[in-house]
């Protein structure tokens, strides 16, 4: 079965770090762009990074530019989304996502992981 | 930037038709995508590229996109429909959510 599995969430004080892991399996992972989409409680989705097969492109919504580093590692089938400067409005679950880009959607979801940022 | 507009809410009868709109300047040059979340749940693709179904998707739902307005239709609302759903589109290399209609069956 085509899985994402998400880890890494918990409770982070505000300008600190935080990396998140996704673990992909059964499909060729270096075929296919990825990204990471959030949630704050009680709202919707916002998508946060794009990131291409090779790693070559890389994209951000404006409000995490310079905080946030989307990776991959296509060997160990890994998507990383690595988090710095944390603010109170990064507390969301984030999703791992696939995209298939020839239809230019996310078809495969992880379940998502909690991140918390309070004092 | 771009930004889509959905309802907060629509509310339906069982059996009836729901439609839930998004809206967008020039959307209709664009492609749509639409997504159904139930709680606790991660989001589940219903519709892409305007009118597609993916295989598992019941027939009831479908999909048009116009001007500057998309909207997922719901055809014989059951009560299994009730969730929230997104709208999304593409940005150049960006993507873009609707804020999300949630959907009661009543």
């Known amino acids: 079965e085509v899985q994402l599995v998400e880890s890494g969430g918990g409770l982070v004080q505000p300008g600190g770090s935080l990396r998140l892991s996704c673990a992909a399996s059964?499909?060729?992972?270096?075929?296919?762009?990825m990204s990471w989409v959030r949630q704050a409680p009680g709202k919707g989705l916002e998508w946060v990074a794009n990131?291409?097969?090779?790693?070559?492109?890389?994209y951000y919504v404006d409000s995490v530019k310079g905080r946030f580093t989307i990776s991959r590692d296509n060997i160990k089938n890994s998507l990383s989304l690595q988090m710095n400067s944390l603010r109170a409005e990064d507390t969301a679950v984030y999703y791992c996502?696939?995209?298939?880009?020839?239809?230019?959607?996310?078809?495969?979801w992880g379940q998502g992981t909690m991140v918390t940022v309070s004092s | 930037s771009y930004e889509l507009t959905q309802p907060p809410s629509v509310s339906v009868s069982p059996g009836q038709t729901a439609n839930i709109t998004c809206s967008g300047d020039?959307?209709?040059?664009?492609y749509a995508w639409w997504y159904q979340q139930k709680p606790g749940q991660s989001p589940v693709l219903v519709i892409?590229?305007?009118?597609k179904r993916p295989s598992g998707i019941p027939e009831r739902f479908s999909g048009s996109n116009s001007g500057n307005t998309a909207t997922l239709t719901i055809s014989g609302t059951q009560a299994m429909d009730e969730a929230d759903y997104y709208c999304?589109?593409?940005?150049?290399?960006?993507?873009?959510f609707g804020g999300g209609t949630k959907l009661t069956v009543l």
């Open positions: 996502a696939r995209v298939e880009a020839s239809q230019g959607v996310f078809d495969v």
């Open positions: 059964e499909f060729t992972y270096s075929n296919y762009w």
């Open positions: 990131i291409k097969q090779d790693g070559s492109e890389k």
């Open positions: 020039k959307l209709g040059d664009k």
């Open positions: 892409y590229q305007d009118t």
């Open positions: 999304q589109t593409w940005d150049s290399s960006t993507v873009i």
